[in-house]
């Protein structure tokens, strides 16, 4: 089946403090994976999409990584901000008949204190 | 955001009557995707159009269905609203399917 696993499930960190936030997936074939931040009460806004052949690719302070190999990408988040506080999904999508289906993850939760 | 609203925002309706949620881009995408968010779920795929009058149903479509006559709006028909159904709806448009899927505000909707 395919599925996209996120953890941790929520974090707290110090503002100006770094964190990374990790995703596994079992989807198959492969396309490409995305990192989107949604904020509460709104709608989720792409951070970055990397395809088979991408192993890294920034997005001012976000940083997503892909290994293929082991089906693991991470996201980094560097000087965190206050603003930073959101959800952060991970979505996998695949090959199937011609079209190429999106497999959300249920997101980490993170929260940046003063 | 890339010009990509829904309507209404909020809506509180009742067991068994019907209710339509609309969506409405301006970027000229070809493709668009009504999704549903739950606590404890990621975002399930109900329907989406890949086209004028061309449209697939999605993970979770049982209970819905959608239209699109033209390119910019894609409805979503709760045909009879049931409690299950109460949800955050997302609309989502993108111009082919491997690019960046661009996300409405979303519409909180309560069945009582």
């Known amino acids: 089946k395919n599925q996209v696993e996120q953890s941790p499930q929520s974090l707290i960190i110090l503002e100006g403090k770094n964190c990374t936030l990790q995703?596994?997936?079992?989807?198959?074939?492969?396309?490409?994976l995305r990192w989107y931040k949604q904020d509460t009460g709104r709608g989720p806004v792409s951070l970055t999409i990397?395809?088979?052949?991408?192993n890294t690719k920034s997005n001012g302070r976000y940083t997503a990584t892909l290994d293929a190999d082991t089906k693991q990408s991470s996201l980094h988040i560097t000087a965190s901000q206050l603003s930073d506080s959101a959800s952060y999904i991970c979505?996998?999508?695949?090959?199937?008949?011609?079209?190429?289906?999106?497999?959300f993850g249920k997101g980490t939760r993170l929260s940046v204190i003063a | 955001d890339a010009g990509i609203t829904q309507s209404p925002r909020h809506k509180v309706t009742e067991t068994g009557t019907p209710v339509t949620l609309r969506c409405h881009q301006t970027?000229?995408?070809?493709?668009m995707y009504w999704y549903r968010q739950d606590p404890g779920h990621g975002l399930r795929l109900i329907h989406y159009s890949y086209g004028v009058k061309d449209t697939d149903k999605g993970e979770v479509s049982d209970g819905y269905s959608v239209s699109r006559s033209k390119t910019e709006d894609f409805l979503l028909t709760l045909e009879s609203a049931t409690s299950s159904q109460t949800s955050v709806y997302f609309c989502a448009s993108g111009g082919r399917d491997t690019d960046t899927q661009y996300f409405g505000p979303g519409t909180r909707l309560t069945v009582l």
């Open positions: 970027e000229n995408h070809r493709y």
């Open positions: 979505v996998v999508s695949f090959l199937y008949s011609g079209n190429t289906p999106l497999v």
């Open positions: 995703c596994n997936y079992t989807v198959s074939p492969f396309s490409n």
């Open positions: 990397m395809t088979f052949s991408e």
